[in-house]
């Protein structure tokens, strides 16, 4: 059974890896006896991924980056396009810092509007790559420590979530969640 050529990889001019037979002998498709290369230094087939969804993964990736250097080639394309990223970037950054003391995804808006920023701007790249590398260091400390670690950890952020809601609560819409927590169990 040989896979179909998908549209992109046809306008592309690839096509998708078919069964492997000859001197590596039938293993599947796309997949040498040797191993897969790069394929597993990345960790890929990890999360039932084949090498066939790898492989479009990365054919969608060259296409966009084929088609970003298009635009770019032309003077007024790149200008319109750094136009487009700052004010795509901006926006998703403003909606993040608004959500930032509420509970919800406000660093992670943030930091996909620094993703955004990046394909255009390399201090952006920087402060991404740097972000990037901080969060995986604390991910690692905190996942390399005991339970009850964890826990107070936990604790303490979620402490801090409850806080800053309620201050804005309280600033915000003049709403003192606490006193009326606190008259509630008095009158009950």
Known sequence: MVAEQSSMEAAVGR???????????KRGYGVPEKGRGH????GHGANGTTGVQVAE?????RRLRTTLELVRANPTGRIALKVFVAVAGALVVAIGAVLIPLPGPG????IAGLGIWAVEFHW?????????????????????RSWPVRLVLGSV????????VWLSLKVGLGIDVVARLLHYLATN
């Open 57 to 61: 993964r990365r054919v969608r990736w």
């Open 157 to 164: 952020g979620l402490l801090f979530v409850c806080s800053i």
């Open 124 to 144: 952006a790249r920087r402060l991404l790559n740097f972000t990037r590398r901080h969060v995986q260091g604390w991910t690692r400390w905190v996942t390399s």
């Open 39 to 42: 394929d597993r230094l990345r």
């Open 107 to 110: 660093w992670l808006l943030v």
């Open 15 to 25: 096509r998708s890896p078919g069964p492997v037979t000859g001197k590596t002998g």
